[in-house]
């Protein structure tokens, strides 16, 4: 699940809501399989390629920089990688650029609902372009 704090953000994370459920019937089910239906059935034909590669990024990073299994998020006195050690590996400049491009592509042929609408709030509540320019303040 994508999250950042307290909020759990929903919209980007029903795809994989949606598989638990289906995996609760058919634990053997390809995930591919039901991230391409829910991705047909929510966006429409002509945005459904462009949001499963969006969703297919995301997951991609979250498995290569997971974050710490021992972390405990509830003890306040531990230290922790700083947002940027974590994010900053996940989310590199380039695959900032890729995810806002096919979130671009998704946006510009999805079927306009009550969940596309709270997506777009939420991707674009992270503000991109200046991620990036933190980040690369960062390194410097």
């Known amino acids: 699940f994508y999250n950042c704090g307290i909020n759990v953000a929903p919209a980007l994370n029903a795809p994989w809501v949606y598989a638990y459920g289906q995996f609760c ?83 510009k042929n999805w079927i306009v609902s009550d969940h596309t609408k709270r997506l777009e709030k939420e991707f674009e509540t992270v503000n991109i372009p200046e991620i990036m320019k933190v980040l690369s303040r960062a390194k410097n």
């Open 25 to 107: 019937g058919d634990p053997k089910t390809d995930w591919r399989k039901l991230l391409k239906e829910y991705c047909l059935f929510v966006y429409g034909a002509k945005a459904a390629k462009a949001m499963e590669e969006f969703y297919l990024i995301l997951d991609e990073r979250s498995k290569l920089f997971p974050p710490d299994q021992n972390d405990d998020f509830n003890d306040f006195n531990r230290k922790r990688k700083t947002a940027d050690e974590v994010w900053g590996k996940r989310y590199t400049p380039a695959v900032l650029a890729k995810l806002e491009k096919a979130f671009a592509a998704g946006k």
